[in-house]
């Protein structure tokens, strides 16, 4: 951003010499006088930033154009924030600085690569111990933030941002309270759902099938009802058909399987009647056999 800013006003390697050296190096230099500038990330509570601002023959530099500057990035995609530093603000005895200083100042960001979500939820609470105090260009809780961000918000992160300390975190430490809150959000998104699905399962499903098998001995009996009226005024041949029904009847009950244990007496008591029945048919049948019916 520094040398993107010196080309723009006209400072590059064909008229200047840019040195990467360390900020000790730098430091030396320019109380030396061997380098005319030094740019360097710091803190602003740095000791070597306080170092270099007590001594009188260097100077921070004031922007004075520092919304013309930031205006002019931000059409080129690249935004600078504008901060002031108001004199004083470093020593009040000795006036340092001793005016006011516009500065610009670059965006900060935190990425992690394909780290568990646990890890990125430990970094931003120790991002959070580390800077949600005060400072001289912020103001508390600050820092940290979800503001102009270059790449997509992680889920870990704005799950942080939504709930920065869960329940589980209030009573276990760290890792627990993680392995706590899987199992929590295990439960909610899966096996309180099968839950749900199990409990309609015994109100709905499980008294829908009783009805429909309750409602197939009712038909039955209603059947075989039909069929024990009026054997005593039956003719041979319609005693002998309703005897073949009867017994295909008794057959197609004994082979069902799919009768629910709460029908289980209802169901032996249908086939016992079925069973039944045949018998009176058969005498009526050996009746009328017997008085010489054909």
């Known amino acids: 951003m520094a040398k993107n800013l010196l080309n723009e006003i006209g400072i590059d390697a064909n008229n200047s010499e840019f040195l990467n050296i360390s900020s000790l ?38 922007f004075s154009d520092a919304q013309t500057y930031r205006q002019y990035f931000l059409n080129k995609n690249q935004d600078f924030q504008i901060l002031t530093l108001e004199a004083s603000g470093f020593n009040l005895q000795e006036r340092i600085p001793s005016t006011q200083h516009l500065l610009l100042s670059v965006k900060t960001f935190v990425a992690t690569i394909d780290a568990p979500k646990d890890v990125t939820r430990l970094l931003m609470k120790a991002i959070e111990q580390t800077h949600n105090s005060a400072g001289i260009f912020k103001k508390e809780n600050t820092f940290p933030n979800a503001s102009m961000l270059e790449f997509d918000q992680d889920d870990a992160s704005s799950d942080y941002f939504k709930e920065k300390i869960h329940f589980y975190e209030e009573k276990f430490d760290f890792w627990t309270a993680q392995s706590m809150n899987k199992l929590h959000n295990f439960v909610m998104l899966y096996l309180l759902p099968i839950l749900m699905l199990f ?21 039955w009996y209603a059947k075989i009802n039909e069929l024990d009226t009026g054997i005593e005024h039956l003719g041979l041949e319609e005693a002998r058909a309703k005897k073949d029904i009867l017994e295909y009847m008794l057959h197609e009950v004994r082979n069902k399987d799919d009768i629910p244990t709460s029908h289980m007496a209802e169901f032996y008591t249908l086939q016992n009647q079925i069973a039944n029945i045949p018998n009176d048919i058969q005498k009526r049948i050996d009746f009328l056999l017997g008085r010489g019916v054909i």
């Not at 740019?39 to 004031?62: E, G």
């Open 199 to 219: 409990a309609f399962f015994v109100e709905a499903i499980v008294p829908t099938i009783n009805w429909c098998s309750s409602r197939k001995i009712i038909m």
């Open 25 to 62: 190096d730098a430091a030396f230099g320019l109380q030396s006088k061997t380098i005319d500038a030094m740019f360097y990330v710091a803190s602003p509570n740095s000791k070597l930033i306080k170092k270099l601002l007590s001594n009188s023959d260097i100077s921070l530099l004031h």
